[in-house]
């Protein structure tokens, strides 16, 4: 090797390593870029992880009314037939008796009732029957 090589070799590896210090300082701020970038997605990342708990947490409680109100619903449901069940039977015990003016029977409606059927339909009572 001549003298004349050796400082155009030693200039070319000193100009490749100063290429390669440069594009590592370009990765250098590409990194940091990504890792602003990384940073700001975390922090989006944790606002939407607290949005969704907070999501989970209030569907969980509406699908807990959710069930309560359609118990409540059946409840409602076989309350209204009870009710029109013993409106039906209050209706079918009763006896109506039209054609009588107001206040007839007086203070004893048993005794009238009594007198009155035994009139119409010929029938006896015994003294101990009793009417609801």
């Known amino acids: 090797m001549s003298d004349k090589e050796q400082p155009t070799t ?8 100063t290429a390669v210090s440069r594009r590592i300082e370009g990765m250098d701020a590409s990194i940091s870029s990504l890792t602003l970038v990384t940073k700001s997605m975390r922090s989006d990342i944790a606002g939407f992880q607290f ?52 206040n007839e029977e007086g203070s004893d409606v048993q005794a009238f009732l009594c007198s009155v059927l035994s009139k119409l339909a010929s029938l006896t009572f015994d003294p101990s029957l009793e009417f609801q």
């Open 10 to 17: 030693m200039d070319r590896i000193l100009q490749e390593i």
């Open 51 to 102: 949005k969704v708990t907070g999501s989970e947490h209030r569907m969980g409680t509406l699908e807990g009314h959710m069930t309560t109100v359609q118990d409540r619903d059946q409840d409602l449901l076989y309350l209204r037939s009870k009710i029109t069940d013993l409106e039906d039977r209050r209706q079918r015990d009763n006896i109506r008796l039209f054609g009588f003016p107001e």
